[in-house]
T-cell receptor
Framework: NAGVTQTPKFRILKIGQSMTLQCAQD?????MYWYRQDPGMGLKLIYY???????DKGEVPNGYNVSRSTTEDFPLRLELAAPSQTSVYFC??????????FGEGSRLTVL | QQQVKQSPQSLIVQKGGISIINCAYE??????FPWYQQFPGKGPALLIA?????SEKKEGRFTISFNKSAKQFSLHIMDSQPGDSATYFC????????????FGTGTRLTVIP
């Protein structure tokens, strides 16, 4: 099993550009999450999903969108990138919400 | 409002020493307390977890101590090694479900040879 796979690992965007961070899991988990991690600030929940077709906002959803068309995939869309979105983004999945399995992260820089 | 408060933010320990990271919570509904370990350039991974019906859980050099009355729990790393250098997150969960796991802000541990 590959677990949780995120692409790309690194990306540089210009202000105002858009992009999608991809996330896929092969553990048949119902729950999927997107977090961002800023230095010294811990993990902030952006969006989460309880299953295909169902998503909900986390703590810091502004500037982001998600979709969940399949159990396996949970892409995160950044519209009109801003320098404040420079961060490391982690996708995670979980069967029951107690233990999360994280991907290796996508480091995004907005210049 | 931070559901789980973690300290210190950073910690430097000599090789062979004991590393101690503390967490506190207010919500008495929390019933599961995991610790995650994150190496540089990697995602966090579950290290060890405890439920409030026990006061201590040990796995190798890693021990969770839990004080239910004080609403505090801590991670002790005995005989700390340079390979333990990582960021550690405590967390707390009040039930199963998609958005019921709350993380502390993390502690960056550096173990110097």
């Amino acid at each position: 099993n590959a677990g949780v796979t995120q692409t790309p690992k690194f990306r540089i965007l210009k202000i105002g550009q858009s992009m999608t961070l991809q996330c896929a899991q092969d553990m048949n988990h119902n729950y999927m999450y997107w977090y961002r991690q800023d230095p010294g600030m811990g993990l902030k929940l952006i969006y989460y999903s309880v299953g295909a077709g169902i998503t909900d906002k986390g703590e810091v959803p502004n500037g982001y969108n998600v979709s969940r068309s399949t159990t396996e995939d949970f892409p995160l869309r950044l519209e009109l990138a801003a320098p404040s979105q420079t961060s490391v983004y982690f996708c995670a999945s979980s069967q029951e919400g107690r233990e999360l399995f994280f991907g290796e992260g996508s480091r995004l820089t907005v210049l | 409002q931070q559901q789980v408060k973690q300290s210190p933010q950073s910690l430097i320990v000599q090789k062979g020493g004991i590393s101690i990271i503390n967490c506190a919570y207010e919500n008495t509904a929390f019933d599961y307390f995991p610790w995650y370990q994150q190496f540089p350039g990697k995602g966090p991974a579950l290290l060890i977890a405890i439920r409030p019906d026990v006061s201590e859980k040990k796995e190798g050099r890693f021990t969770i101590s839990f004080n239910k009355s004080a609403k505090q729990f801590s991670l002790h790393i005995m005989d700390s090694q340079p390979g333990d250098s990582a960021t550690y997150f405590c967390a707390a969960s009040k039930q199963t479900g998609a958005n019921n796991l709350f993380f502390g802000t993390g502690t960056r541990l550096t173990v110097i040879p």
